[in-house]
């Protein structure tokens, strides 16, 4: 956060999971290097879908999931502008995501076994 307390460039309110280019320094990655920031919630999932999704979109992450650590659904956020993502998808477990920028990522919920 800048001194007036706004995101700014390398501002991440602590994800769970960042998956980024490489950076001369890992514990600055600019929102511009950021491939996907997850979220894997159970008392945040409120917080998570709400003001820091916004924040996230501010900052111009351009892919960002909630995980509902209880059900295992996941609610991906894309398309940042002007603070708010245009496209929000909630997909069930058994569907599979695959992040935008790393597609050899992709994973199922419901194949970790997490029950």
Same mark, same amino acid.
């Not at 979109?57 to 509902?68: F, K, Q, R």
């Not at 199922?108 to 194949?111: F, H, N, S």
């Given at each position: 956060m800048?001194s007036a307390?706004?995101? #700014?460039?390398?501002?991440?309110l602590?994800? #769970?999971? *960042?998956i980024?280019?490489?950076?001369?320094?890992?514990?600055r990655?600019?929102a511009?290097d950021?491939?996907?920031?997850i979220?894997v919630?159970?008392s945040s999932?409120?917080?998570d879908t709400?003001?820091?999704?916004?924040?996230y979109?501010?900052?111009?992450?351009? #892919?960002?999931?909630?995980?509902?650590a209880v059900?295992l659904t996941a609610?991906i956020h894309?398309e940042?502008?002007?603070?708010?993502y245009?496209?929000v998808?909630e997909?069930p477990?058994t569907?599979?995501?695959?992040?935008l920028p790393v597609a050899?990522?992709?994973v199922?919920?419901? #194949?970790l076994? *997490?029950?």
């Open positions: 800048n307390g706004a995101p #700014d460039e390398v501002t991440y602590e994800p #769970d999971i *960042l980024y280019r490489r950076v001369p320094e890992p514990s990655v600019p511009s950021v491939l996907l920031a979220e919630a159970v999932l409120t917080y709400g003001r820091k999704s916004q924040v979109a501010a900052l111009g992450v351009a #892919d960002y999931w909630v995980v509902n059900t609610r894309r940042p502008l002007a603070g708010r245009r496209s998808v997909l477990r569907e599979t995501l695959m992040p050899s990522l992709a199922r919920l419901a #194949d076994k *997490l029950e």
